[in-house]
């Protein structure tokens, strides 16, 4: 996944068409006949025809620009790093469903050793949310140390390959759909659609699934210039469901 952001970064970074700014933070959103504008806190203005709204857990914070917000939930996920001890570790991207058993709900993920990340360990981390909130902290602050030794438990019992010590873990926030009746339970995980009442702005939410950044990039592209799309985006189509009026105002 680094190495593809890297690519990216390197794509737009290149391109005479792309303009890259950072710690802006937008404190107004002006969508009208002539197109958007977008105010930043530094002095900027951005004028253009169209606008793709791609801000991860921090969405409902632009989106309140505009006087909507998502029905989504911000969920702490953590992971670590195990040293490999046997070449048997070389393993692909997998995933692990058990049953859940006491406070351990039994859903682990893992990625393989990757030369150009952190040689001579593996990733593994838990597929279910440490914290479930409203609204995403400013930063996830330091991993559930309870949940980074469940990870290590897991990995002591299914993969004799790894050293059960966990290194560097770290959590990070991801916005996600979760079921009424039970927030640390997704309803559904991804949004590529128009902002209702706001042809010019399309919102792109996706939980994790930024891994297929570039296909989503070519959907939010589609939409955006021609309010369609010939990918089969059914079950991440909106509907009003998911929407809410609030007050225009700034971020939280």
């Given at each position: 996944?680094?190495?593809?952001?890297?690519a990216l970064h390197?794509?737009?970074?290149?391109?005479?068409?792309?303009?890259?700014?950072?710690?802006?933070?937008?404190?107004?959103?002006?969508?009208?006949?002539?197109?958007?504008?977008?105010?930043?806190?530094?002095?900027?203005?951005?004028?253009?025809?169209?606008?793709?709204?791609?801000?991860?857990?921090?969405?409902?914070?632009?989106?309140?620009?505009?006087?909507?917000?998502?029905?989504?939930?911000?969920?702490?996920?953590?992971?670590?790093?195990?040293?490999?001890?046997?070449p048997a570790a070389?393993?692909?991207?997998?995933?692990?469903?058990?049953?859940?058993?006491?406070?351990?709900?039994?859903?682990?993920?893992?990625?393989?050793?990757?030369?150009?990340?952190?040689?001579?360990?593996?990733?593994?981390?838990?597929?279910?949310?440490?914290?479930?909130?409203?609204?995403?902290?400013?930063?996830?602050?330091?991993?559930?140390?309870?949940?980074?030794?469940?990870?290590?438990?897991?990995?002591?019992?299914?993969?004799?390959?790894?050293?059960?010590?966990?290194?560097?873990?770290?959590?990070?926030?991801?916005?996600?759909?979760?079921?009424?009746?039970?927030?640390?339970?997704?309803?559904?995980?991804?949004?590529?659609?128009?902002?209702?009442?706001?042809?010019?702005?399309?919102?792109?939410?996706?939980?994790?699934?930024?891994?297929?950044?570039?296909?989503?990039?070519?959907?939010?592209?589609?939409?955006?210039?021609?309010?369609?799309?010939?990918?089969?985006?059914?079950?991440?189509?909106?509907?009003?469901?998911?929407?809410?009026?609030?007050?225009?105002?700034?971020?939280?």
């Amino acid at each position: 996944m680094k190495a593809t952001l890297r690519a990216l970064h390197r794509s737009a970074r290149d391109s005479p068409h792309v303009e890259l700014r950072q710690g802006e933070r937008v404190t107004a959103i002006r969508a009208g006949a002539d197109g958007v504008r977008v105010e930043t806190d530094a002095g900027t203005t951005v004028h253009a025809a169209k606008l793709v709204i791609a801000a991860g857990p921090e969405t409902n914070s632009v989106l309140r620009l505009l006087g909507l917000e998502l029905d989504t939930r911000t969920w702490t996920m953590v992971s670590a790093y195990f040293r490999t001890t046997s070449p048997a570790a070389d393993l692909p991207t997998w995933i692990d469903f058990q049953a859940s058993t006491g406070t351990d709900p039994g859903l682990y993920y893992g990625f393989p050793e990757l030369s150009w990340e952190r040689p001579g360990f593996a990733r593994v981390g838990a597929n279910y949310p440490s914290a479930v909130r409203r609204e995403p902290d400013d930063r996830p602050g330091p991993p559930d140390q309870g949940v980074v030794a469940l990870i290590g438990d897991w990995v002591r019992g299914h993969m004799p390959w790894l050293d059960p010590t966990p290194v560097d873990a770290s959590a990070c926030v991801c916005s996600l759909f979760t079921r009424p009746d039970a927030p640390g339970l997704l309803a559904r995980e991804t949004l590529v659609d128009l902002v209702p009442g706001h042809p010019d702005v399309v919102v792109c939410v996706t939980g994790w699934v930024f891994k297929i950044a570039p296909l989503l990039g070519a959907i939010c592209v589609d939409l955006a210039l021609e309010g369609r799309t010939g990918h089969d985006v059914t079950t991440a189509a909106s509907s009003p469901d998911l929407w809410r009026p609030t007050a225009v105002g700034s971020w939280r």
